[in-house]
């Protein structure tokens, strides 16, 4: 009786320990429209840490991720990374908001997507979000970051965008969808891409009218998106220097798990 007690206490402290050290717990939230979306929390810090709310590129889930969060959470951040109805797979982390959104018959654009967007950053700001908040985007989710925050007066303290543009002429939307949002930026805006990619989005971040704005290009050809902070990218280090450069106004003269 007693060795079958002691194997109940060890299995018990077995998994405490396991959902202790786990990096994240999932979650799920209504969108605007009521679809539920599927996010990973990586909160280890206090309420009033700054917080990242991370996007994903087309094609993707939030495991995109899965290596960039924790990095993140290092510095003192705590973080929040979402699935949009519009995407797919992402390190073998199948995109649930959007098989939610196809069994329901739901169109999964990237435009469609903006309003999951739009409802995680009410979430986090409503359940975890009380110091500086801050949105990162990839790809189209970085033009509909540079979007949102330009539209919506202090919905965000800083910006940070992977590879935007003017994506969504193809939708029905002007030329210039994301470059008429951008002329409302006042907060610090990070901008970076692939060196290649520079001209799809210089134009928007002349127009950004904010005094903290950046933008990286890398020495090497650098990659499309938030990829560029993978190890597995050629000058990820690069990118990473340049990312936490920008980051560290959010961060700097404080300790993130200050009560």
């Known amino acids: 009786m007693f060795i079958i007690k002691l194997i109940g206490i060890l299995s018990f402290l077995l998994i405490i320990g396991v959902a202790h050290t786990s990096p994240f717990r999932a979650i799920t939230f ?3 429209d009521g679809l539920l979306i599927s996010a990973d929390l990586y909160v280890p810090h206090s309420h ?12 993707f889930s939030r495991g ?21 109805r519009s995407g797919d797979t992402a390190n073998s982390v199948k995109n649930e908001t959007a098989a939610r959104a196809q069994e329901a018959g739901k169109t999964t654009s990237y435009l469609d997507a903006l309003q999951d967007m739009k409802a995680a950053i009410h979430y986090a700001k409503s359940n975890y979000a009380k ?8 790809s189209y989710s970085a033009a509909l970051v540079l979007k949102i925050a330009g539209d919506t007066p202090h919905i965000a303290d800083g910006v940070l965008a992977f590879a935007p543009g003017e994506y969504f002429s193809r939708f029905g939307k002007s030329k210039t969808f994301i470059t008429q949002s951008a002329q409302h930026l006042s907060m610090p805006v990070f901008i970076t891409s692939a060196k290649s990619e520079k001209s799809r989005w210089f134009s928007i971040f002349q127009q950004i009218p904010s005094r903290d704005k950046q933008f990286f290009l890398p020495e090497t050809e650098g ?3 938030y990829r560029a902070l993978w190890k597995s990218t050629p000058g990820h280090a690069e990118y990473w220097k340049a990312v936490e450069k920008f980051l560290g106004q959010f961060v700097s003269g404080r300790k993130a798990d200050e009560k």
Request: net charge neutral.
């Open 131 to 138: 110091g500086k908040f801050l949105i990162w985007g990839s």
């Open 223 to 225: 990659i499309h998106g």
């Open 64 to 84: 995109e991720y899965r290596e960039i969060a924790p990095r993140l959470n290092k510095m003192g951040f705590n973080v929040m990374a979402i699935d949009q």
């Open 30 to 32: 209504p969108s605007e």
């Open 48 to 59: 009033i840490a700054p917080f990242i709310l991370l996007f994903h590129q087309a094609g």
